[in-house]
Every structure is written in structure tokens, then in C-alpha cells.
């Protein structure tokens, strides 16, 4: 893998024809939809000319396929928007290129950022980065990979229930999942507006700290987006942390459990104490997010209609048509099963007995985690119940694969800064990675609790 | 809550889905499985609990009422669109 100081000496355009030639290299792990080669070229040279250099000058990294990005379609991993050349850059990459990074690719996805595998994009899967007949998790796993094959230092992911989390964990780097509001999703394909998050991967916490405090920030194209408090003094003074005990018990992967108490040693040995912690409301987490999301992606996704964009069905004989068969040809199942679900959870009669039910649950949700941060610093768990599982393995039942995000719900649900933050291998080789789960604002602690840990041998 | 075929074919109506007899058919059965699962949520008292839709509390956040350049002209946004006539997007026979 490689680290931004990597990228310190060589000029723009060599990084970016190196990160371009290891793209390449890795082709059959399938972590890229498309290199936007002649626009991070002709950017290299530009910045190689001179001006000011930025805290990322020179520096290549990939986005998520639904970060609207120049040099290239921005597909979302569906047929939907398979043509969709965005007239604009989401606020993210804006913000990012304003230091002197370079994009040279855009990263696969499950379409729409539906679900956790990346075997739901419409274009094929990507492959775990250790383990080619593994999955690379997701949504965020062609970002994940990315990193993990060192052909960028960094990579932009959405997280909505645990995308950016669940991969990184898969391919043994640090994903980033701050609170809700702190970087804009301002040109980012929206999917559950109450709780999508853009974040990142890196393979150090230093480097996935550089890259959040230089996105994250008030925008007024967002205006969802927090003040900006990602310089602000917050620090663990508790000097305590809470073991999810309901993320370590017998259903979880031992190899798993026991890597990440060989994390939380680690954190002990810097000064915290360790104790177990119940979280009762995280087992109904999965229950609310499966009721909220699909209701805010029924409606986000509504916009895709084949009038102003995106696919439009050429069997359609009337308007109606247009509409009806330019989502069923566009959609993949999973977008399809997620639409329907929201319809059933906001149709008449049965709101109040889901959606409604649903958010007040979460407001129980949100007092736990109040409680605990009153006592402890961090919250620790795993990021999944196992290691990456095989692909395909999962793909007839999708409770079986919603099941792998259930312990990184409760914080989308909760809006809570969530890293994940690599805890070792399994005797197999597979990465397994350590959620720390920090309360509102806490995330560049979060960072720096995950950097000392990385100092400990 | 158990769903049946014809209500799967109801739901895909109301999400705006032209699907097929087995598409209908297999994403209701999926639907089935996954209503089951999220009514566990029926165990819980919920009773004089305010919902939670927004966890960060911020609310009206407001701008002055000014016209910005979003930085996208119409040539762009019109080029997006599978048809276009004169000047505007195409779309069949309404009437």
C-alpha cells in the first residue's frame, strides 16, 4: 500500500502515470469502472508548470463511481446513468483537486451504493484485494481495493450503513465514516438522505485525516453540512472505552472477536480502560435502517425517469411506458426489491406502523449512545460479523447480506463518527478490521486515537 | 405482514416499475422475507416517543435570496437529456 509522502518527491506527472501503469497491472480485480487517464494527464502537467502547491499537490486518487467527476461518466454502477457525463464535480472533489490532488479513476460499486458486496453493479464485481475469489464488500469496495492494491494512497466512498466501514475492514485499511453533515454530498449521487455520509480509505489514519479535514466543512450547495469543526479541541478525556458486548458474542466470527480484543490490548496499553457495554437497541438497528433507507431511496430515486437524463427505455410506446420501463431496464434487483420496500413502508396504512414506528426506534437508538458517551470515549466493536466472505456466497438471500451491516447501522442510524481501522489477519490472511465509534464531532480524535494505535507494536 | 404476488405487483405500480411475471414473482418473495424481518421491530414500546428524523438538529438553515451561477449552462443540462426538440426536452405524446 501506499502512503501520501509517497507522493512527496516525484512530480505530478510521474505519480499519476505510475498510479495509471499499477491501475493496469490490477485490471482483473476489477476495483475500476474507468481511468480518466487524459484528464489527471493533462492536470499533472498543468501543476508540474507551477503556481502554489497544495497539501495534496501531485497526488492520485480514485472516487466512487457516484461522485460526479469529470474525465469520464459517472455510472453510479448501473445502466441507469451508463452514459451520464456530469456537467459538474461534486464539492468533495472540488475541494480535493483545490489542493492539488488528481483523480485518475472512478471505483466500482453496487449500483446505487445498494448493498454490500459489490457484486450488484450492473458492470460485474470487484474482487477482494488478498482473496480474488472473495468479495471486496461494500459499496465502497472498488474504492477499498484501490487502496488496498496500493494503486492510490487514497479514495473518496459514500457510507450510508456501513459502505465505507465494511469494505475497508474486508481489505485491511482505514475507512472513514464522520458524522452526519461534516463533508457535503453536493454532486454525490444521493441515497438515504438522514444518514448518507462521504468519507474515505487510506492506508494509514494520518493520511485518512488529511483528506476529511480538507472535504469536510460547511457548503452552501449542502445545506446539510455542519460549521466546520474538524480543527476544534476535542480530545478523550475519559480515557475509557466501551466493548460492544452484543458485536462480540458467539455469532461473530471467533477469529474476529479475538482480533479485535488484541485491538482493544492495544488501546489499553495507551492509558484507556476497557469495559463491556450493552447497546439493547442495536439489535433492532438492522430493522430501522431496512424500513428508513428504502423509504429515502424510493423517493431519491424517483428523479430516474428517462426524461432529463439517464436511461430512457426504447420499447416505450407513451409517457407512461417511458417512465415504467425506463426504471425496470435501468434498475438492477437489489435498487428494484429497496424501491418496492419503501413504497410498502410509506403507503397508506402502513406508515405509522413502520416508517413512523421505525424513526421514533431510532430516537431509542440515539438516547443509548447519548448514555454511553457520557461514561466512555470510544465505542468498540468489529466492523462485520466475519471476514470477506466468497463471492457469491450471499447473493440468492439478501437478508443474509444485509446481515453483514449490522454492526455498522447503528451508527449511520445514530449519525455518529465510525472508523474502521485494520486489527490484523486471520490464520486464513483475511484482513479483519476494528470499529471505533465515536460521539458527535469526536472524528479527527477518532483519527489520532487510530494513529497512536498504529505507533504500538 | 405477509405480502402476495398481487401485491408485489401493486407496489412494483406505485414505484413506477414495469417489471415481469418472474421478476414480480421473485422480488415478492424477497419483499416477503424482508417485511418479516423488519416487524421485529414490533417487540418494542414505542408509546410517547418523539420520532427521530434528523440526528444532527439542524434546522431552516437559510441563504439570502440571491441568484447564484451553479457553474452549469442550459446547453449542458439539455445535452443530458435523451431527446431534445428546439430547445427543450422531447418526451411522447402526453395527450
Known sequence: ?457 | MKQSASDSQYLAGLSGLALSDAETQALGTDIDNIITYITMLDELDVAGVEPTYQVTDLENVWRKDEVIDGGVTREQLLSLAPETLENQVKVPQVL
Open chain 1, 1 to 457: 500500500m501506499k502512503s501520501i509522502r509517497d507522493y512527496s518527491s516525484g512530480s505530478a506527472l510521474e505519480n499519476v502515470n505510475k498510479a495509471i501503469a499499477e491501475a493496469k497491472a490490477d485490471v482483473d480485480f476489477h476495483s475500476l469502472l474507468c481511468l480518466t487517464e487524459e484528464r489527471a494527464i493533462a492536470r499533472a502537467k498543468k501543476l508540474d508548470d507551477g503556481g502554489k502547491k497544495g497539501r495534496l499537490h501531485g497526488v492520485p486518487f480514485v472516487v466512487k463511481d457516484n461522485f460526479l467527476a469529470f474525465g469520464g461518466p459517472t455510472t453510479a454502477a448501473s445502466k441507469m446513468l451508463e452514459n451520464f457525463n456530469a456537467p459538474l464535480q461534486a464539492t468533495a472533489v472540488e475541494r480535493l483537486e483545490a489542493e492539488g490532488a488528481i483523480c485518475i479513476g472512478k471505483a466500482n460499486l453496487d449500483a446505487f451504493a445498494h448493498g454490500g458486496s459489490t457484486e450488484n453493479s450492473a458492470f460485474g464485481p470487484t474482487k477482494n484485494a488478498i482473496d480474488k475469489s472473495r468479495v471486496a464488500g461494500g459499496s465502497s469496495g472498488g474504492s477499498a481495493v484501490s487502496v488496498a492494491l496500493g494503486i492510490v494512497p487514497f479514495a473518496l466512498g459514500s457510507d450510508t450503513g456501513g459502505s465505507i466501514r465494511q469494505p475497508a475492514s474486508f481489505n485491511g485499511v482505514v475507512g472513514v465514516k464522520p458524522t452526519y453533515g461534516t463533508v457535503s454530498r453536493y454532486g454525490v449521487v444521493a441515497m438515504a438522505s438522514s444518514t448518507d455520509t462521504i468519507g474515505c480509505f487510506a492506508s494509514n489514519a494520518a493520511d485518512a485525516n488529511l483528506v476529511m479535514e480538507i472535504m469536510s466543512g460547511q457548503d452552501r450547495k449542502d445545506m446539510t453540512t455542519l460549521p466546520d469543526f474538524w480543527r476544534d479541541d476535542y480530545a478523550f478525556t475519559k480515557k475509557k472505552v466501551g466493548v460492544i458486548k452484543p458485536f462480540m458474542s458467539d455469532s461473530v466470527d471467533i477469529e474476529v472477536v479475538s482480533r479485535v480484543r488484541e485491538y482493544i490490548e492495544k488501546l489499553q496499553g495507551l492509558g484507556y480502560e476497557a469495559e463491556e457495554v450493552d447497546l439493547p437497541m442495536a439489535k433492532y438497528s438492522l430493522g430501522m435502517y431496512y424500513i428508513v433507507t428504502p423509504a429515502e431511496i424510493m423517493s431519491n430515486l424517483a428523479r430516474y425517469d428517462g426524461i432529463r437524463y439517464g436511461h430512457r427505455s426504447k420499447e416505450a410506446k407513451n409517457l407512461g411506458e417511458v417512465y415504467t420501463k425506463s426504471r425496470a431496464e435501468g434498475f438492477e434487483a437489489e435498487n428494484k426489491r429497496r424501491i418496492m420496500i419503501g413504497s410498502f413502508v410509506l403507503s397508506s396504512g402502513f406508515f405509522d406502523a413502520y416508517y413512523l414506528k421505525a424513526q421514533k426506534a431510532r430516537t431509542l437508538l440515539v438516547n443509548e449512545f447519548r448514555e454511553l458517551f457520557k461514561q466512555y470515549d470510544v465505542l468498540v466493536g468489529p466492523v462485520a460479523p466475519t471476514p470477506a466472505f466468497k463471492l457469491g456466497e450471499n447473493t440468492t438471500d439478501p437478508i443474509k447480506m444485509y446481515l453483514a451491516d449490522v454492526m455498522t447501522v447503528p451508527a449511520s442510524m445514530a449519525g455518529l463518527p465510525a472508523i474502521s481501522v485494520p486489527a490484523g489477519v486471520t490464520q486464513q490472511g483475511l484482513p479483519v478490521g476494528a470499529q471505533l465509534i465515536g460521539d458527535y464531532t469526536s472524528d479527527r480524535a477518532l483519527l489520532e486515537l487510530a494513529e497512536q494505535v498504529e505507533g504500538v507494536i
